[in-house]
């Protein structure tokens, strides 16, 4: 096998090393069988067998069932895969788990966010290893399926779930959820040894001194902000307990106004509780305070006594039956090679920093022997590659890959992600068929996958097409409604649309983002904005003065003509800067009711007849498919009594032009 000098200097040493340790490691599980346990929502790769292997899944299930039920939600989405490895014993896990201090972390799981999957890794040695990952379990799954909200809520939810044990018939959700556990574990290199028990974040409420509300509710922290390695501080603890309060005292409707009123229409945090709630800041304040302390017996009544039939004050369940009983979930398995598994535990542990080069070595001592040879293991090579910048490797490994198996979807990805960020640096976009080829076939493999549509939106951009570009980005969005990259990808497929409204409407709320490099695009697409108005395009010394906003698929500009192929935009002459447009200078407004009709007979223009509790305002579209919509795959004349929420440019007092519209 011929590799470059390069590749030589840098690995050989390590495959012989890593290889000469990977060895033993082969020989003494070579009677393990890898499987994949596959249930309907969840896929397992395990050596611990299928009985194990199954457990897992219908853990992953009810845990998601218990999701559901606790956010009235009967549809969730998963829109980036989520690979679950199960290991059977200490040493295997050991060897893959990430270090503190020079050691393998306690927690018996842990895991690795990414842009194209998440990982789950536990080590089944231990009882209930799953409950390590409940925490990350809950935010993976708010992020796909709750809107964007303060992080009060995220972090107060993620501990209430966090405190969930769930066995085949019974769930047990509720109490403190630092009790019990040995260990604290976060994402990826932030993990943390705890040698003493963890104590209670009930400890932490029981002095008189809380966080003020506004205080709590305007902390503009993100999840990556509480690395602290343990969640035994008081804004977890006071979260958790005013999440607690919400759900068992049935208040998430409100909450939902309340986010509604803060998020979008900017209410102050005082003015929103007491719209949302009835109640003034100070009353939702005692109000928690009085509902921690009338739990207090029960919490350790609890704690003593585990019995099964304890209700709280008040009628709130903390053991209940689990809405899926394992007898009722099906999983299939199916055997794998050995050398597949173990390309598919060196391709998570290339993740793990610490582990990288062993995960590499590991790679190289399988596919150097004809007999172990396997696409996965140049697939995760071809990862490494492009981890390091070094793209034309990270293609040879693909196409070695693909030659051994042409239909794994997973290479056809990595192949126009490579394609993906190739065009960032160059903006004639090379291999953009190929890619559009390649994404194809990945969605039609996982139709859910929000970053193959989002990649699919740039290269249809690219390629002249703004107009399928934006129906690929609403699917992005839809399916991912948190992630502010496709948002400002949106934003600018809107400017190359001239849907200035939409565009300018994204953006503003783009530029006070807590992502600094998302901020600072939002802003200078603004500021650019009335330029691209006036000539179509930025003018030329702009896109040559080494200004970070280039034409790139991940932040293009406006001058992407709609809808015409390379072809036919070469064959015609450059248009002269348009006359002026005179600016909307009326002030975007939000409106919030119940659809009354949809009006379509002057398709494709559509007028919406919402009323908001005291009138009928008309709001009218001149072409309902370029309309912005979330929460819904497209726009419908069929539509009747939805709950909406509408952002519009104002006409006479009961009518406007529509902007963008949001199912409830």
Not at 330 to 357: C, I, K, N, W
Not at 376 to 386: G, P, V
Not at 395 to 400: A, F, I, R
């Amino acid at each position: 096998m011929i590799r470059s000098r390069r590749w030589r200097q840098r690995y050989l040493p390590a495959i012989l090393f890593c290889g000469l340790l990977a060895l033993p490691l082969q020989a003494a599980d070579k009677q393990a069988q890898w499987i994949r346990v596959s249930s309907d929502h969840f896929s397992i790769v395990t050596d611990a067998g299928d009985k194990k292997g199954r457990e897992v899944a219908v853990r992953f299930e009810q845990m998601r069932a218990v999701f559901g039920q606790l956010l009235s939600r009967s549809k969730l989405k998963m829109p980036e895969p989520l690979e679950i490895i199960a290991l059977k014993s200490d040493k295997e896990y050991a060897q893959i788990a990430p270090l503190k201090d020079g050691m393998a972390i306690t927690a018996p799981g842990f895991f690795i966010p990414g842009e194209d999957r998440n990982y789950i890794v536990l080590n089944l040695f231990e009882e209930e290893s799953w409950r390590a990952v409940t925490h990350e379990f809950a935010h993976l799954l708010l992020n796909y399926n709750y809107p964007p909200v303060q992080p009060w809520f995220d972090e107060g939810f993620a501990e209430y779930f966090s405190s969930i044990r769930v066995d085949n018939k019974q769930v047990e959700i509720g109490l403190d959820p630092e009790l019990g556990l040995a260990w604290h574990t976060d994402v990826v290199g932030n993990q943390s040894q705890i040698k003493d028990p963890p104590r209670p974040l009930t400890e932490l409420l029981s002095p008189a001194v809380w966080l003020a509300l506004p205080d709590l509710f305007s902390m503009k922290h993100h999840m990556e902000n509480f690395h602290e390695g343990t969640h035994h501080t008081l804004f977890y603890a006071q979260s958790w307990m005013t999440v607690h309060y919400l759900l068992n005292k049935n208040k998430l409707q409100q909450t939902g106004v309340y986010f509604d009123l803060v998020e979008n229409q900017n209410v102050p945090v005082e003015q929103a509780v007491q719209q949302a709630f009835g109640m003034t800041v100070a009353q939702f304040d005692q109000a928690v305070k009085d509902y921690f302390h009338s739990l207090g017996p029960l919490f350790e009544a609890l704690d003593a006594s585990k019995d099964s039939t304890a209700t709280a004050p008040g009628g709130q369940v903390y053991f209940s039956p689990a809405p899926i009983s394992g007898d009722d979930i099906g999983t299939s398995y199916r055997q794998m090679p050995f050398a597949e598994g173990q390309a598919l535990l060196a391709e998570m542990t290339v993740r793990v920093p610490e582990h990288r080069d062993q995960a590499v070595g590991q790679l190289q001592a399988l596919l150097a022997d004809p007999k172990t040879e396997n696409a996965i293991a140049y697939r995760a090579l071809a990862w490494d590659h492009m981890q390091r910048r070094e793209p034309t490797e990270a293609v040879e490994e693909l196409n070695k890959a693909l030659d051994i198996d042409a239909k794994d979807p997973w290479v056809r990805y990595e192949l126009a992600l490579q394609t993906y960020r190739t065009a960032q640096t160059d903006t004639h976009f090379p291999g953009l068929p190929n890619m559009m080829q390649d994404l194809q076939i990945v969605l039609d493999w996982d139709p859910d996958f929000a970053e193959a549509y989002n990649m699919l939106a740039m290269g249809r951009l690219a390629g002249g097409g703004a107009h399928s570009a934006l129906t690929a980005i609403k699917l992005a969005v839809q399916l991912n409604p948190r992630s502010e990259r496709y948002l400002l990808n949106m934003a600018n497929i809107e400017i190359a649309l001239k849907q200035w409204e939409a565009a300018t409407a994204l953006l503003e709320r783009l530029k006070t983002s807590q992502n600094q490099q998302i901020a600072h695009f939002a802003k200078k697409d603004l500021a650019d904005l009335p330029t691209i108005k006036k000539y179509g395009i930025l003018p030329q010394e702009e896109n040559t003065s080494g200004s970070s906003t280039t034409l790139t698929p991940e932040h293009p500009q406006a001058n992407a003509q709609p809808d015409e192929s390379s072809e036919e935009a070469a064959s015609v002459p450059s248009p002269k800067p348009p006359a002026e447009t005179p600016p909307d200078k009326r002030p975007l407004k939000f409106l919030k009711g119940s659809l009354v009709r949809v009006d379509c007979s002057q398709s494709p223009a559509a007028v919406l007849s919402i009323f908001n509790g005291t009138k009928v305002v008309k709001l009218r579209t001149e072409n309902y498919s370029a309309l912005v919509i979330l929460g819904s795959e497209k726009f419908s004349c069929d539509w009747k009594h939805l709950q909406m929420s509408v952002n519009y440019k104002p006409g006479g007092k009961s009518d406007g032009d529509l902007v963008s519209l949001e199912i409830q």
